[in-house]
């Protein structure tokens, strides 16, 4: 794959780079054992979403994912006989959320459900309806939780608020919630319910109060803008009690911004882990993490609607130019020469191979994005455009994986 020019420089086989990205030599079983194990080392991190029925929970998973797909039977697989999880994405998942189905149902008993949520969750996210105040059940189990993990953080989202709205009001804008005290605008009826639920609670056993935020997430034809309100609020009160750095994760912050990139940026992280993961495997095939970036190539083309074939590879490449080309070989085999350095190597070798894997994938992910974007749109390509995306990626991809080692999956205690 890489022919030596010298001591110094490499320079890139095209054919077989483009064979690599294209059609990888790797059966589709080892492909999936490597991922398997690379799982193994960096669990995903776990979000426990704990209410009643219909409070709005799978609502919560679409709006921090961005997928329609969070709907039941569709992505969700049984844990125990009453409680599901959730993976997302599917195919090289960066989150898993878990869902207790039957809190406050008669006959129900939550503690094989609760035993197998508090084994896995790093984050407890309350959900709870505005207008039930019938709220009892949960409130036992988050005491009860708390008593044994005291440092666990808790958000609980008060959800549905314009079911307590006057005949044809809208959302009190800005949103209000985040200061004390809250506007005279709030209705009057909403503002008893979410501070009756509060108190209904009480002190939260622990370390940390809880941290509520009320929000509505409703659908376009419903006629409340906007759509997802609260939903920042929800964002930040996640990324204050937690160093999971989910919003990095998703993708759901202002620089992510049009639906198709959206989509996109969450698969991108999770192909990036995936071969961040596969590259510090001890004894992993070099041709393993290109056939990890094929995949997620494959999977962007799709999400974009555009075809992908060896033309549009060959145009890909040759756009993003020989100077990346050089890098991303020379980064694909610097594990295998770092090896070699005495009594450290192995374990530079993992680095290594962990840090460049993820980045370059990274990078990949978003360089792809443009051109496909670009592509769908009828638009010229840019050619230094594309470079300078991949090179700010590769910097990016760096400092997410940097931070996802740095946070590992530590929130349990």
């Not at 780079?17 to 080392?41: C, F, I």
């Not at 160093?243 to 049009?258: C, I, N, S, T």
């Not at 999770?270 to 070099?286: H, R, T, W």
């Not at 974007?373 to 995306?389: F, V, W, Y």
Request: glycine share 10%.
């Amino acid at each position: 794959m890489l022919r030596p020019t010298n001591s110094k420089t490499w320079r890139p086989d095209w054919v077989a780079l483009r064979r690599l990205l294209l059609q990888p030599r790797v059966a589709d079983a080892a492909l999936e054992s490597a991922l398997d194990a690379a799982r193994a080392r960096q669990p995903l991190p776990v979000i426990w979403l704990l209410g009643k029925a219909q409070s709005g929970k799978t609502s919560i998973i679409r709006a921090l994912t961005g997928s329609p797909n969070a709907v039941i039977g569709n992505g969700f697989r049984a844990c125990t006989r009453t409680a599901r999880g959730y993976d997302f994405p599917a195919d090289t998942p960066v989150v898993r959320f878990l869902d207790t189905r039957g809190l406050g149902e008669t006959a129900y008993d939550p503690r094989e459900d609760i035993d197998y949520c508090e084994s896995q969750a790093h984050l407890i996210l309350g959900v709870m309806k505005a207008t039930d105040l019938d709220q009892a059940e949960v409130f036992r189990v988050l005491q009860a939780v708390r008593r044994r993990h005291p440092r666990w953080p808790v958000v609980i989202a008060q959800t549905g608020l314009h079911e307590a709205y006057p005949p044809g009001a809208g959302h009190c804008l800005p949103y209000p919630f985040d200061r004390q005290p809250w506007p005279p605008a709030v209705p009057r009826d909403l503002t008893r319910a979410l501070h009756a639920q509060r108190a209904g609670l009480g002190t939260l056993t622990g370390d940390s109060a809880a941290h509520w935020v009320p929000i509505d997430l409703t659908l376009p034809e419903d006629g409340l803008e906007p759509a997802d309100y609260g939903l920042a609020a929800l964002w930040a009160a996640i990324g204050e009690v937690s160093a999971l750095g989910l919003q990095a994760l998703l993708g759901g912050d202002a620089e992510v911004r049009d639906t198709f990139a959206r989509t996109a940026h969450p698969h991108i992280v999770g192909y990036a882990l995936a071969a961040a993961g596969v590259g510090a495997l001890p004894a992993v095939d070099l041709v393993m993490v290109p056939a990890v970036q094929a995949k997620l190539l494959h999977s962007l083309a799709a999400i974009y609607g555009q075809r992908w074939s060896g033309q549009d590879l060959s145009e890909f490449l040759g756009l993003l130019g020989l100077g990346i080309g050089t890098g991303y070989l020379a980064r694909l085999a610097g594990r295998g020469l770092i090896k070699w350095v005495p009594v450290l190597g192995q374990t530079l070798g993992v680095l290594w191979g962990a840090t460049a894997s993820g980045a370059t994938t990274y990078a990949l992910g978003k360089a792809a994005c443009y051109y496909f974007g670009t592509r769908r749109l009828g638009e010229r390509i840019d050619s230094a455009t594309l470079r300078r995306t991949y090179a700010q990626a590769l910097a990016a991809g760096a400092q997410l994986l940097a931070g996802e080692q740095a946070a590992g999956t530590g929130g349990r205690n």
